[in-house]
T-cell receptor
Framework: GNSVTQMEGPVTLSEEAFLTINCTYT??????LFWYVQYPGEGLQLLLK?????DKGSNKGFEATYRKETTSFHLEKGSVQVSDSAVYFC???????????????FGKGTHLIIQP | DVKVTQSSRYLVKRTGEKVFLECVQD?????MFWYRQDPGLGLRLIYF???????EKGDIPEGYSVSREKKERFSLILESASTNQTSMYLC?????????????FGPGTRLTVT
């Protein structure tokens, strides 16, 4: 079945450091790929998405490129801030399909801690 | 803005109680989902629904049931709560069209079963 693997962390970086959070997936067909972010005490928010191979999603300085050849969707940011401290989830669609609905398969989440 | 609301942020129940978790979305979305979130396990899909009165099982439906009587409301029911159902429960909704649209999440309900 479909699955998502991401580094679990915690990942601790200094402010202004370069960030990479790796995400690889196993899927049949052509899923859409997502990064969600969860700030402390809150629900998940979409950070960015890509719906087909070679698409690049970007938002708030974060980027990820849908690489079908390596089945990866790594999240990157050039200069992180303390406010980026959160849990980041990689996810793919198309695992559960019923009547047009698609449940998401999530990775286990990466806890990111940015120190001033 | 899409808004997904959940009836409680925190809930404490006793073993054996029947528990209802309510979720309401205001964007006329066809699809609604219930996940549970546990440390080290990420989010796992319990049930989803693509239309009123329709439901589909996800990864871990055992011990849960759902109800969707109205398009905007999707309820998760724990028939007889057990301590291993202590978790964070997240509701989400999305429009149709095969997964290319993101899901919008509520703030979550942290359920403790004692």
């Amino acid at each position: 079945g479909n699955s998502v693997t991401q580094m679990e962390g915690p990942v601790t970086l200094s402010e202004e450091a370069f960030l990479t959070i790796n995400c690889t997936y196993t899927a049949t067909g052509y899923p859409s790929l997502f990064w969600y972010v969860q700030y402390p005490g809150e629900g998940l928010q979409l950070l960015l998405k890509a719906t087909k191979a070679d698409d690049k999603g970007s938002n708030k300085g974060f980027e990820a490129t849908y690489r079908k050849e390596t089945t990866s969707f790594h999240l990157e940011k050039g200069s992180v801030q303390v406010s980026d401290s959160a849990v980041y989830f990689c996810a793919l669609s198309g695992t559960y399909s019923g009547g047009g609905a698609d449940g998401l398969t999530f990775g286990k989440g990466t806890h990111l801690i940015i120190q001033p | 803005d899409v808004k997904v609301t959940q009836s409680s942020r925190y809930l404490v129940k006793r073993t054996g109680e029947k528990v209802f978790l309510e979720c309401v979305q205001d964007m006329d979305h066809e699809n609604m989902f219930w996940y549970r979130q546990d440390p080290g396990l990420g989010l796992r899909l319990i049930y989803f629904s693509y239309d009123v009165k329709m439901k589909e099982k996800g990864d871990i439906p055992e011990g849960y049931s759902v109800s969707r009587e109205k398009k905007e409301r999707f309820s998760l029911i724990l028939e007889s709560a057990s301590t291993n159902q202590t978790s964070m429960y997240l509701c989400a909704s999305s429009p149709p069209a095969g997964g290319i649209y993101e899901q919008y999440f509520g703030p979550g309900t942290r359920l403790t079963v004692t």
